[in-house]
């Protein structure tokens, strides 16, 4: 066997290796975006005339918005959509983007078992739509619901309740009002998804509702799903409208997890875990923020590890073509030849005639 041969099976074999394990890491990313991805609204959205992009809008407690707040943002937003000649068809009777917004409180539920201190999430607009929980029984209750006594509880929280998950339409006392089961989402299972949920049973009602017993409570965050005509122009949008100005945190959750973007931010990977502004996070926030993190760390050996299977491809391609070259000079002697051989044929046979 020549040293070119036992070289070629030695490098075939490195590249194997390497680009099994670019392979695995690359798998890791996509795992994590297929279960840490907050983009629902934008999957719901996209249609022939636009792709969606949904941005996130996080905000310090002297900048957090009430009922007035969220109507003026979304105000700046039509004005900016209008700026920029993004409109829904003539034609259409639908909406041209989405948002919803959210602010959490703590508050005494009681049910037929007793009563639990739960952290309750106070929705406005279109909540369920950006933030899918999954239901066990029951259903959402909507923007649109002129219903505002509905609650939907955690897993935990009803099992605390009620002792059972198959409780909707059941009562729940918050202080002299009663609330009804609209539906049981479930608890989450991974540690990393605990952490951020924390211990504390969850339940989520409108905003409104729970407002009225907390007069402090405010919306820390507001997101919103709309045309993204040119690259980052919804994340544009959002930043310019951005109450707190600096003190805000904007994120595009669109693409969040694409390995080209993971990639390129792997030098930003200690400042993309600093928040730098005073601010609680919501939960989901702090989950995706741990997965990005993972995503991150997983993208980054990637270059490197493909660094020597692309020599490899263009020093096969440049053999292949040495080759191809060889190749076609041995065609074209040969068609010489021939050639030659026919001219010869032809010339002898003028000469015997004569």
């Not at 006594?149 to 202080?175: A, K, Y």
């Not at 951005?242 to 973007?261: F, M, S, W």
């Amino acid at each position: 066997m020549s040293r070119l041969t036992k070289f070629n099976i030695i490098l075939a074999a490195v590249n194997a290796v390497l680009l099994i394990a670019a392979g695995a890491f690359i798998g890791k990313t996509v795992s994590l975006k297929n279960e840490y991805a907050s983009d629902s609204a934008k999957q719901a959205w996209d249609n022939d005339k636009y792709t969606y992009s949904q941005v996130s809008v996080f905000l310090p407690p002297d900048n957090s918005l009430d009922v007035m707040g969220v109507y003026s943002l979304r105000k700046s937003v039509e004005e900016k959509l209008k700026e920029g000649s993004v409109t829904a068809d003539k034609d259409s009777a639908g909406r041209l983007w989405i948002d919803c917004a959210g602010g959490d409180s703590s508050l005494q539920l009681t049910g037929t078992l007793g009563s639990v201190t739960a952290e309750v999430t106070g929705t406005y607009g279109d909540y369920f739509i950006f933030h899918p929980e999954k239901l066990m029984s029951g259903s959402y209750y909507t923007s649109d619901d002129p219903n505002i006594d509905r609650i939907i509880l955690d897993r935990e929280c009803s099992w605390q309740l009620f002792g059972s998950m198959d409780t909707v339409g059941m009562p729940v006392n918050i202080g002299e009002k009663v609330f009804y089961v609209a539906g049981v989402v479930e608890s989450p299972d991974s540690d990393t998804d605990k952490a951020a949920y924390g211990s504390t049973p969850r339940a989520y009602m409108p905003f409104e509702s729970l407002k009225a017993f907390n007069d402090s409570t405010v919306m820390s965050y507001y997101e919103a799903c709309m045309p993204n005509v040119v690259k980052d122009y919804a994340y544009t949008v959002m930043t310019e409208v951005n109450p707190a100005g600096e003190n805000g945190y904007v994120i595009d959750q669109t693409g969040r997890y694409d390995l080209i973007k993971l990639i390129k931010g792997r030098s930003e990977i200690a400042e993309s875990v600093m928040i730098k502004v005073k601010m609680a996070l919501p939960w989901f926030e702090n989950r995706s923020r741990a997965a990005e993190l993972s995503a991150r760390l997983a993208a980054e050996p990637v270059p490197y590890l493909l660094i020597i299977p692309a020599i490899s491809l263009v020093y096969a391609l440049f053999m292949l073509a040495k080759l191809a070259g060889m190749g076609a000079r041995a065609v074209k002697s040969k068609l010489d030849e021939r050639y030659q051989k026919k001219i010869s044929e032809i010339y002898y046979k003028k000469h015997d005639k004569t």
